[in-house]
C-alpha cells in the first residue's frame, strides 16, 4: 500500500438493532487503520424526502449516492467493505466508479444469501460470507468463471460491548433474547410442555405479566442475560441463517454465557461442540444437556470460560478487520 495508515470505508446501517456497523469499525482502528463510517440510509430531510417521493431503495437515492461519493473521494480509502451486500445496484456503480477505482471493494455477508441477488450488480473484487450455504447463490450472481473472490469470514462480537459480567450466580434456566418469531415461539412451546426452564425476551415474545420484556434489548442488558443464566438459547431464523453461526453465538460467550446451538455446517469453523458450545438437534436432546447444566455449576463455568476463550482468542472484529486488511495487501492494493 502507498501508505504507512491502511484506509477503510466501511458502508452499512447505522441505528440497526443489529451493531456490527460500528463495531466493524472499531476493529479496523483497533487493526491499525485510519476509518470512515458512511451510513447508506437516508440521512438529511432532502435525502429522506427523494427517498420517499421516488419510492427508492437506500443506494438508488442520487442524494444519498452524491453524498456517499463526496465523502468516498475526499477520504481516497484504500478498501471499501459494503456490509451485507453481494454487489450494488447499477446506479451506485455507476456513481461512484471513479472515486472507487483505486481501492479494493468488497461485500461482507451477514444474512444467507438465498438465490442471487435482484437489482444488484456483481461489481465486487471478494466477496466474504458468513454461511457456506450462500456460495451456490455467490457463484450464479457472479458466474462461475468469475475472478472475484468467495471466502468465509465468520461473524464476531466487540469485547467492549460484551464484557464479561456477572457474579457468578446463574439463575437455573435457560435463556432466549431476541426477535421472537412464530417460527421460534412454536419451539418456545414446544420446550414448556416439556417441562424446561426457558425465560424468554425480546420483541414478540408476548409476555402479557411483564410487557418490559418485550422491548428491544440493549447489549448491556443482554449481556447480563446471557451470564445470568445457565445457557443462552439460540434458535436460527429460516432464511436469515442456515449453515452458519449468526452474531449471538460469538455474544453470549463472549460476556460468559454458555451458547446453546444447532449443528450447522460450519459450527466447527468456529468452536468445539461440547467444550466450548454445547449442541442441540431438536427438544429431546435439548432437555438432556439443560439437565446437564441445571445444578451444575462446574460445568457450566468449564463451557463459558472455553467458549470466551475461543471467542477472544479468534472471533472479535479486530480478528476480521486484521483479515481484510491482509487480504487487502496481498492483492497489492
Keep these: 500500500m502507498s ?6 470505508v466501511v458502508l452499512g446501517k447505522g441505528r440497526s438493532i443489529l451493531t456490527w456497523f460500528e463495531d466493524l469499525q472499531l476493529g479496523f482502528q483497533q487493526a491499525g487503520a485510519e476509518v470512515l463510517g458512511l451510513s447508506i440510509q437516508a440521512d438529511s430531510a432532502d435525502e429522506r424526502w427523494i427517498q420517499k417521493r421516488e419510492g427508492l431503495k437506500e443506494l438508488e437515492n442520487p442524494k444519498v449516492l452524491e453524498r456517499i461519493k463526496g465523502e468516498i473521494e475526499a477520504f481516497s480509502p484504500d478498501l471499501i467493505v459494503v456490509q451485507n451486500k453481494a454487489g450494488l445496484p447499477s446506479a451506485a456503480c455507476e456513481a461512484w ?6 481501492a479494493q471493494v468488497v461485500g461482507w455477508l451477514c444474512d444467507n444469501l438465498n438465490a442471487p441477488p435482484k437489482r444488484l450488480e456483481p461489481c465486487f473484487d471478494r466477496v466474504y460470507y458468513f454461511d457456506s450455504g450462500c456460495v451456490e447463490a455467490l457463484e450464479a450472481f457472479y458466474g462461475r468463471d468469475a475472478e472475484v473472490v468467495f471466502e468465509y469470514l465468520a461473524l464476531a462480537v466487540a469485547p467492549e ?3 464479561l459480567v456477572g457474579n ?3 439463575k437455573q434456566s435457560i435463556v432466549f433474547a431476541g426477535k421472537c418469531s412464530p417460527h421460534r415461539r412454536t419451539f418456545f412451546e414446544q420446550i414448556r410442555k416439556k417441562g424446561l426452564p426457558l425465560e424468554v425476551y425480546g420483541p414478540g415474545c408476548g409476555d402479557w405479566l411483564r410487557p418490559w420484556r418485550g422491548r428491544r434489548i440493549s447489549a448491556a442488558s443482554l449481556a447480563k442475560l446471557y451470564a445470568g ?6 434458535l436460527l431464523q429460516p432464511g436469515n441463517t442456515d449453515r452458519g453461526m449468526n452474531l449471538r453465538a460469538f455474544e453470549a460467550p463472549c460476556c460468559g454465557g454458555v451458547g446453546l446451538y444447532p449443528p450447522v455446517a460450519d459450527l466447527p469453523r468456529c468452536f468445539e461442540a461440547g467444550k466450548e458450545i454445547l449442541v442441540f438437534e431438536d427438544v429431546d436432546s435439548l432437555a438432556d444437556i439443560v439437565s446437564e447444566l441445571v445444578g451444575n455449576p462446574d460445568r457450566v463455568t468449564a463451557v463459558a ?9 479468534e472471533h472479535t472484529f479486530k480478528h476480521r478487520a486484521e483479515r481484510m486488511l491482509a487480504d487487502s495487501a496481498r492483492e497489492g492494493i
Design 3 to 8: 501508505r504507512s495508515q491502511s484506509r477503510v
Design 229 to 234: 443464566h445457565v445457557a443462552c438459547l439460540n
Design 97 to 102: 466508479s471513479e472515486v472507487m477505482a483505486n
Design 161 to 163: 460491548r460484551y464484557p
Design 168 to 170: 457468578g450466580v446463574r
Design 305 to 313: 470460560e472455553a467458549g470466551r476463550a475461543r471467542v477472544l482468542a
